[in-house]
């Protein structure tokens, strides 16, 4: 980090960021700027693959939080002319529910015939080798005695 980069963009000099620094819409919208600068964004629909961990990891953690970690809330804010589409963002950590594991009676197991997995062995041909007795013609001459 250049000594510019820490005077232009507050958020990178942990000495002299203020927690409120996030409650003026210039603010996030300098960080936005500087983000995708960062991250190659040129169209603003590229903003549907960033998640809030991005922004997180990316010194953002208290502005994303003023959305509730929401990035289609986040970007409505800071872009409120552009059209976003709410399902057109990728599910973040924030948004997904955890589901509890449940017991299953046994009569429903029962019920849904569902069987041990078994282990099939393959069942793998030997290849047959087959020798053919040859008549060995003796060269020469033979003597027997």
């Not at 190659?40 to 991005?54: G, K, M, V």
């Not at 997995?117 to 793998?124: A, F, I, K, S, T």
Request: hydrophobic share 35%; charged share 20%.
């Amino acid at each position: 980090m250049s000594l510019d980069d820490a005077n232009l963009y507050i958020w990178l000099d942990d000495n002299r960021f203020r927690s409120t620094f996030w409650n003026h819409l210039e603010n996030q919208q300098t960080y936005v700027s500087w983000l995708s600068k960062k991250l190659n964004i040129s169209d603003l629909d590229q903003w549907y693959t960033i998640s809030p961990e991005i922004i997180k990891l990316n010194k953002g953690t208290t502005m994303i939080a003023k959305y509730d970690n929401d990035m289609y809330l986040f970007l409505k804010s800071i872009y409120p002319s552009h059209q976003w589409f709410q399902d057109k963002f990728n599910l973040s950590s924030s948004t997904i529910k955890l589901v509890e594991p449940q017991v299953v009676e046994p009569q429903v197991v029962e019920q849904l015939q569902v069987v041990e997995p078994q282990v099939v062995e393959p069942q793998v041909e030997q290849p047959q080798i087959m020798i053919q007795p040859q008549m060995i013609q003796p060269q020469g001459e033979c003597k027997v005695q």
